[in-house]
């Protein structure tokens, strides 16, 4: 199908969307849209038709929903700039090109579009996670990460390559499980990025033993470890560093001189 795109007038009932690509419904935005319907307001929706003719909204699923789901009016025509002939990479990219700065698309959904956009970063996070048999989700729990914008942050971190964060995320997640998965939440944000810290600091020391830092962080409830990072980050000094060295002082208590980390700073 060769690439083209046109202004069609299309029934509401003729309009879908794909989950993949678009984010969840936001309720409270459309029941005011379909309680404020202005009809010189709604704009031009932007959709693809796709192989089997139908056409996949990538901006304006508020507003078809407003006009659906809530005023039951499936009759509704809409002007749609439809594009033809796009691959599933290049309709994530449509995607987020319309939704770049807007604040109601949530990390999450930003990262499964990524995905279909493979951007290498988010690629990076999701085989990160799913590597040591994880998904990603809106939030965290159980096996579920859902601290994605510390992941992204963890990844892009300039200080090494995207290849060793995401092996330093990878066992960010697998320690934070092991000692909080049945007590705690599992996948706080700046736990998992001071335990990314830490594992950049020291994969490569002779003295590390993940066996013996989960025992040492066990000793620390979630809300005793953020309060004890929060009360020492004074000044310009961030809670996730700082929570960094608390694990680093935890794992060196009471183990001999041969056995302590080699590199605390």
Request: charged share 25%; glycine share 6%; proline share 3%.
């Amino acid at each position: 199908m060769a690439k083209s795109k046109k202004i069609e007038m299309i029934p509401a009932s003729k309009l879908t969307v794909d989950p993949a690509i678009q984010r969840s419904e936001e309720k409270h935005h459309v029941d005011r849209l379909a309680a404020q319907w202005n009809d010189d307001l709604c704009g031009v929706l932007v959709g693809s038709r796709r192989a089997d003719g139908r056409v996949y909204l990538l901006d304006g699923q508020q507003r078809w929903l407003a006009q659906t789901t809530r005023k039951n009016n499936f009759k509704y025509v809409f002007p749609v700039m439809v594009h033809s002939g796009l691959s599933l990479k290049e309709e994530a990219l449509i995607f987020q090109g319309y939704n770049k700065g807007r604040k109601n698309v949530g990390p999450y959904a930003n990262h499964r579009v990524s995905i279909i956009a493979e951007d290498p970063v988010a690629m990076a996070v999701e085989d990160a996670v799913t590597g040591i048999g994880f998904t990603t989700g809106a939030s965290s729990h159980g096996t579920t990460v859902g601290c994605i914008a510390t992941l992204y942050r963890i990844v892009q971190r300039k200080s090494g390559t995207i290849a060793d964060q995401a092996y330093f995320l990878q066992m960010a997640l697998d320690t934070s499980h092991q000692v909080y998965g049945k007590t705690d939440d599992p996948f706080r944000g700046d736990i998992v990025e001071a335990l990314a810290l830490f594992w950049e600091k020291h994969w490569d020391d002779p003295n590390i033993d993940q066996a013996v830092l989960v025992r040492k962080m066990a000793a620390y409830t979630v809300p005793q470890l953020i309060a004890a990072s929060r009360a020492r980050a004074i000044g310009n000094n961030r809670p996730t560093t700082v929570m960094c060295t608390i694990l680093e002082e935890a794992y060196n208590h009471r183990r001999k001189a041969g056995a302590k980390l080699k590199s605390v700073a």
